[in-house]
């Protein structure tokens, strides 16, 4: 059906008055007649009953009315909808994310985004930085926020903030009651590691402040999953690594775990927005906007 006969319609149905109706949609009258003429052969019931003195609805026209206002608004709202998404206002986007960036930079960015362009949705996975790289560059996710600088040279990034490593460790370890340590010292305690490709600039730089530090890492444990690293670190008198905020927050969680802060020297990450180089999405640069409005936090 022709849109513009219902629009026609409406405007007599509102006007009363065909001469009105045919000035408001810069019509004129004899093409708005020949509207209302075609609509009702396609209804198949005469909806206007015209005379020379007034002009009113039939029965089928008054119960034809609110359907037909409704087949405009939503044809309205589909169009906007339409339009939003190819402007960037609309859509959904794929976000990766690791604990510090949930903390530190993700809910801010999402209220600024939400404020400005409610009609995106950001769906957000928690992976570590290893299996949010693969995800981008099989275009599973749109943005990755991760421990470090891609190195792939289809990958982008954008730095937001860096973060201090810590030590932590469980309650009958003989760090529970250490604010700090050098790290140096964790030549003599057994740590819990995870496999390089979860996290390689985390382990990485894990490594380098190990051979800054003249020693080499006692790796008793390897396991990739948070809950059971520390389920290990409690049990047997291990030492793991976090950001200082999660080292903090597993503190505060009753699990008995402590953070410690390591110096001579103090690990530190840089955590980063990746993307891949051919996402042109205008959402994506919504986004990433979103991120950069706040300064990189140390």
Same mark, same amino acid.
């Given at each position: 059906?022709? *849109?513009?006969?219902?629009?026609?319609?409406?405007?007599?149905?509102?006007?009363?008055?065909?001469?009105?109706?045919?000035?408001?949609?810069?019509?004129?009258?004899?093409?708005?007649?020949?509207?209302?003429?075609?609509?009702?052969?396609?209804?198949?019931?005469?909806? @206007?009953?015209?005379?020379?003195?007034?002009?009113?609805?039939?029965?089928?026209?008054?119960?034809?009315?609110?359907?037909?206002?409704?087949?405009?608004?939503?044809?309205?709202?589909?169009?906007?909808?339409?339009?939003?998404?190819?402007?960037?206002?609309?859509?959904?986007?794929? @976000?990766?994310?690791?604990?510090?960036?949930?903390?530190?930079?993700?809910?801010?960015?999402?209220?600024?985004?939400?404020?400005?362009?409610?009609?995106?949705?950001?769906?957000?996975?928690?992976?570590?930085?290893?299996?949010?790289?693969?995800?981008?560059?099989?275009?599973?996710?749109?943005?990755?926020? @991760?421990?470090?600088?891609?190195?792939?040279?289809? *990958?982008?990034?954008?730095?937001?903030?860096?973060?201090?490593?810590?030590?932590?460790?469980?309650?009958?370890?003989?760090?529970?009651?250490?604010?700090?340590?050098?790290?140096?010292?964790?030549?003599?305690?057994?740590?819990?590691?995870?496999?390089?490709?979860?996290?390689?600039?985390?382990?990485?730089?894990?490594?380098?402040?190990?051979?800054?530090?003249? *020693?080499?890492?006692?790796?008793?444990?390897?396991?990739?999953?948070?809950?059971?690293?520390?389920?290990?670190?409690?049990?047997?008198?291990?030492?793991?690594?976090?950001?200082?905020?999660?080292?903090?927050?597993?503190?505060?969680?009753?699990?008995?775990?402590?953070?410690?802060?390591?110096?001579?020297?103090?690990?530190?990450?840089?955590?980063?927005?990746?993307?891949?180089?051919?996402?042109?999405?205008?959402?994506?640069?919504?986004?990433?906007?979103?991120?950069?409005?706040?300064?990189?936090?140390?």
């Amino acid at each position: 059906m022709d *849109i513009r006969l219902l629009e026609s319609f409406l405007a007599i149905a509102e006007e009363r008055h065909f001469g009105r109706a045919a000035a408001r949609l810069h019509l004129a009258q004899p093409t708005l007649s020949q509207h209302l003429q075609r609509l009702e052969r396609t209804v198949g019931a005469k909806l @206007v009953e015209r005379s020379s003195h007034a002009v009113d609805l039939t029965d089928a026209g008054r119960a034809f009315e609110p359907d037909a206002r409704a087949v405009l608004a939503h044809l309205g709202k589909a169009t906007r909808s339409a339009r939003d998404a190819v402007e960037g206002h609309a859509g959904s986007l794929g @976000v990766g994310f690791n604990f510090p960036a949930g903390h530190h930079v993700l809910p801010a960015a999402l209220r600024r985004l939400k404020q400005g362009h409610p009609g995106i949705r950001v769906d957000l996975e928690e992976l570590r930085s290893g299996p949010q790289l693969t995800a981008l560059a099989e275009r599973r996710l749109d943005v990755g926020l @991760v421990y470090g600088r891609p190195t792939a040279p289809d *990958i982008r990034s954008h730095h937001l903030m860096t973060l201090r490593l810590c030590g932590v460790v469980g309650p009958t370890h003989q760090w529970a009651h250490r604010p700090a340590a050098p790290f140096a010292e964790l030549a003599r305690h057994p740590c819990v590691m995870f496999e390089r490709g979860q996290s390689p600039a985390m382990y990485d730089v894990i490594q380098q402040a190990s051979a800054q530090a003249g *020693i080499e890492l006692d790796i008793a444990e390897t396991a990739d999953d948070p809950a059971a690293t520390g389920v290990l670190v409690s049990a047997h008198q291990l030492i793991t690594f976090a950001s200082e905020s999660r080292a903090v927050l597993l503190a505060r969680s009753g699990a008995g775990l402590t953070p410690v802060r390591l110096h001579s020297p103090v690990p530190m990450l840089d955590l980063y927005a990746a993307w891949h180089a051919d996402n042109d999405s205008p959402l994506l640069t919504l986004f990433l906007d979103a991120l950069r409005t706040g300064p990189p936090r140390t």
